[in-house]
């Protein structure tokens, strides 16, 4: 593995001192990857245009995520910024040296990638939710062709530009992106494939987030009686990141877990609530007008609740406030939001009556 990290490392220097210019541009890719930015943007715009895609997106998202997070552990992945650091590769010869930035001390470990991954996932969702509308329209013809192509070129494009961002950043070496982006297509490719999860009850999706928990709990109690530390990268982040500010609590493998968690929890709790059927899938639902004010009004509350800070000095607190977070800022999203729009419509079609 020293020969591939090596290599990869390569990969690291030559970007950095070629593309340097670029830096502004590498570190909003990386930003706009973050799943952050699918549960509180792209969810709540696919959702209310359609909802299945919206849900897809959800469950893709959170599975990939979670499956991300157990390859992480098994594969033990170094990171470049701290690989280099500490690796006895280079003999007596001077380490290469890597610049690092704001978003390069990720506190997991590093194979796969979570951002190509889960970019990966989610671009591969709205990609082949966009195809059909494109064939159904001029099914065969050369325009449907070109536009076909157009999808599948941003997609990729989109792709090489979070891979090449993480390897800018150092957060990951070259195999670490192929292989999230890799993992993100399989993932989203099964669950088109799985159609139940558009009327999963209640009772599945609490299931599912328990045994999520569960499994992931139980997966990291046992190797640590066994000493093996699944959070040793926490550490090393924390030993080798160059401005201690940098390391951040919300990248750790437990936050994210609950994080994700609590937005499926959210998702369930709300379709399968009454407030939900009145307004989403009564004959409001339809209207156009409808769907754009649920999509501004989710996209701003979203935004608050993404933008108040939890305290992080207590770390079993922070774990469980933000699952609560995640949990209720979907469930205002799918069920408050629409209840109250809806609400608001009928009686100004009463008094225009």
Request: include cysteine; aromatic fraction near 14%; hydrophobic fraction near 50%.
């Amino acid at each position: 593995m020293d020969l591939l990290h090596s290599a990869g490392v390569q990969v690291v220097q030559y970007l950095q001192e070629n593309y340097q210019g670029s830096q502004d541009w590498f570190l909003f890719i990386s930003f706009a990857a973050d799943l952050r930015n699918t549960f509180f943007i792209l969810f709540p715009i696919w959702f209310h245009l359609c909802e299945a895609v919206g849900v897809k997106l959800i469950w893709v998202a959170v599975i990939g995520d979670w499956l991300n997070l157990v390859c992480k552990w098994i594969l033990f992945g170094q990171r470049p910024y701290w690989w280099v650091r500490e690796t006895g590769y280079y003999g007596n010869a001077s380490s290469p040296v890597l610049q690092q930035f704001p978003l390069t001390c990720e506190t997991g470990p590093g194979s796969p990638s979570g951002h190509a991954m889960g970019s990966a996932g989610v671009y591969y969702v709205m990609v082949t939710a966009l195809l059909p509308c494109i064939q159904g329209a001029r099914h065969g013809s050369c325009a449907a062709r070109c536009l076909r192509s157009l999808l599948w070129l941003v997609f990729w494009a989109v792709q090489v530009c979070v891979c090449l961002s993480r390897v800018f950043l150092a957060a990951h070496f070259p195999h670490q992106v192929i292989a999230g982006v890799i993992s993100g297509m399989v993932v989203a490719e099964a669950f088109h494939h799985i159609p139940s999860i558009y009327n999963a009850s209640l009772r599945r999706y609490l299931g599912t987030t328990l045994f999520l928990f569960s499994f992931a709990l139980g997966f990291y109690l046992l190797l640590k009686a066994l000493g093996v530390d699944l959070l040793w990268s926490v550490e090393k982040a924390k030993r080798w990141c160059e401005r201690p500010e940098w390391v951040h609590i919300e990248t750790t493998p437990f936050a994210g877990l609950l994080r994700n968690l609590g937005i499926l929890f959210g998702l369930g709790l709300a379709l399968n609530s009454q407030m939900y059927l009145e307004s989403c899938k009564g004959k409001m639902g339809q209207q156009l007008p409808f769907r754009l004010s649920c999509i501004a009004a989710s996209l701003l509350v979203l935004h608050l609740f993404d933008s108040f800070d939890l305290p992080t000095d207590r770390e079993l607190l922070f774990y469980v406030l933000s699952f609560c977070k995640s949990a209720a800022a979907h469930l205002c999203a799918v069920t408050l939001i629409p209840y109250c729009i809806a609400q608001v419509l009928r009686r100004g079609d009463k008094k225009i009556l």
